[in-house]
Each structure stands twice: as C-alpha cells, then as structure tokens.
C-alpha cells in the first residue's frame, strides 16, 4: 500500500504539461472512451487512423458511429469481457490493418469508468531502423506483404473520410445513390467505391457518359431496342444498359447534361 501512495504521489508531482508532452508525442494513436462509447480524448496520431482532427473526435462514439467500419469491432468486446483485448482491425474505409489494444479502466468500486485505446498501423510495426534480428547475423522474419488499397481514392483529410463514410452506409441499401459535383472531380470514382462496397460488388458495374449521347438515341442505350426498331438498327436488336447491369450498379454519368424532358 505505501509502494501505491507513494507512486501516486509521484504521478501528482508532475507537471500537467508533462503529460501534455507525452501524450502529444507518442507514436501510436491513443484514444480514451466514456462508457457510452463517446470519445472525450484523443491525441494528434489519432488523426492518421480516423481521418479526423482530435478536437472533432468528441462527435465519434465508437459504440455507434463506427458500427460495421472497424472489423472485427473491439469496445463492446473489452466491456463484455471486462479485460483488455488485443486485435488486429481492419478499417473498412481505407482497406488499412491496426494493432489495436482495448483497455477497460475500472474506479475503485470495480466500475467501469473509462475505455483506453493505443493503436498502430500494422505496416508501420513491419519497418525498423535498427532490427535486432539483423545486429545479430540471424534469418530476418519476412514482412508481410504491403496491404493494397482496393480502390484509387487518394485522400487522408476528414472531408474524404466523412465523403466515404456516408457512401459506404449507402451501398449497404438498393436506393438510388445522386452525386453532385463538378466534371473531373471524380463522381465516378466514388460511384465505383459505392459499388464495390454494396453486395452487388460481384455483378457489373457500367458507367455512361450521358453528356456523350445525343438525345434521340439515349433512351436505345438505357433501354435497349427490338429487332429493326428503327432505320439502321441492328437486325437482332440490343439490350439496354438498365439490363445489362440488373443486380449491380449503372453509372449514370454527367447525367444533368440531358434535356430536362429526357431526365423525367
């Protein structure tokens, strides 16, 4: 017990901003949780595995916000366990691994009063300066292959990470997804990411640039026509685009470049 007073009196000798200093410093990410899951601190490192300034991360509660976007999910497992939990995550917005240790603090009635969390890029943990295991002349451990990202979104601020967190709870449903943007800011990037993401990712993905057809032909295109519709069809006629990629996703690009009559 002296040995326990006497560390706690150490711990309030230092200054507040040498906990400051450390926590600000530290390498990996280091996030605290209440025990309803909302976040009420996270260090500067925190914004590279979410996405999100520290001081925005109070809005996040892991219990809720990020249901279904880290795998296999740690929280709810640390609180039903009452233990800390090592796992490795993986972050279904960026495709990354983590190494992520979950830690249930408890007060000094054994109830839960905070939820710690330290987390590493699994990549980062795989490149060394100085390796023991190559000081010491032996058989370096292979690393493992590099993770790839399944699509080209290129980005790591909190717009891009917000953009793809609400198209990914969109893929989950079948509703007709509108984006809204300029040409060349990369609709059809994201509409590529919502389909790879939806549970159509299996079936087709067709995109069309609505703006390249002229008018009097876009409904052949989407719809398809009959054997000799029309003058110069084809004798066996064509399926539509709308057929081609039934149960999976049609892209239908620069579509406000259409006549109004022809958008109805």
């Not at 979410?50 to 880290?70: A, C, K, V």
């Not at 159509?200 to 993905?205: E, G, S, V, Y």
Request: hydrophobic share 35%; proline share 5%; glycine share 6%.
């Amino acid at each position: 017990m002296e040995k326990i007073l006497d560390y706690q009196q150490y711990l309030l000798d230092l200054p507040k901003e040498t906990y400051i200093t450390i926590l600000e410093n530290c390498y990996s990410e280091i996030t605290v949780a209440n025990t309803d899951g909302d976040v009420i601190y996270a260090n500067p490192k925190s914004i590279e595995c979410h996405g999100i300034l520290p001081e925005n991360m109070r809005d996040i509660n892991f219990l809720t916000s990020y249901n279904g976007l880290w795998t296999p999910p740690s929280t709810q497992y640390a609180i039903d366990t009452g233990r800390t939990v090592f796992c490795r995550q993986k972050y279904l917005l960026d495709k990354k691994l983590h190494i992520t240790i979950t830690t249930p603090v408890y007060d000094e009635n054994n109830e839960l009063e905070m939820i710690v969390y330290t987390s590493m890029d699994d990549d980062a943990i795989q490149h060394f300066d100085i390796d023991y295991l190559e000081e010491s002349g032996s058989n370096k451990i292979s690393a493992r292959e590099k993770q790839k990202s399944d699509n080209n979104i290129v980005g790591n601020s909190y717009i891009i990470y917000k953009t793809l967190n609400r198209l990914y709870q969109a893929a989950k449903s079948d509703i007709p997804v509108l984006l809204l943007g300029e040409t060349g800011v990369g609709k059809s990037l994201f509409a590529k990411y919502i389909h790879d993401c939806s549970p159509r990712k299996d079936a087709p993905f067709i995109s069309i640039n609505c703006a390249s057809i002229p008018d009097n032909l876009i409904e052949s295109e989407l719809f398809g026509y009959v054997p000799y519709a029309f003058t110069g069809a084809s004798p066996k006629g064509k399926k539509g685009l709308v057929e081609l990629a039934n149960g999976g996703t049609l892209f239908l690009d620069e579509i406000g470049e259409l006549e109004w009559n022809i958008q109805v």
